[in-house]
């Protein structure tokens, strides 16, 4: 079975956008939610995951946010 579109992911957690559940997976970091924050990542298809990296380098002030949800996402860029 394949993954399940971002839109409906996001509709799954009660968010109307995309962004909301980008937003999500980075609070979750924030918050210390690692298991969470990689389970919400690893529910993307490919593309999306992608989308949500370019989206996490804008949305990171400065890269230790960047590189340290990168580090907990076990992703090697």
């Given amino acids: 079975m394949g993954k399940k579109k971002l ?10 956008t995309e962004i909301e559940y ?6 979750s970091y924030i918050n210390g939610q690692k298991t969470q ?7 993307m298809k490919e593309v999306d995951k992608l989308e949500f990296l370019v989206y996490l380098k804008e949305y990171s002030l400065n ?4 590189n340290s949800v990168i580090t907990t996402l ?3 860029l």
């Fill in 7 to 16: 839109i409906n992911l996001a509709k799954e957690l009660d968010f109307e």
């Fill in 22 to 27: 980008f937003d999500y997976i980075i609070n």
């Fill in 37 to 43: 924050t990689r389970a919400l990542y690893k529910a």
């Fill in 63 to 66: 890269d230790e946010i960047f």
């Fill in 74 to 76: 076990k992703i090697n």
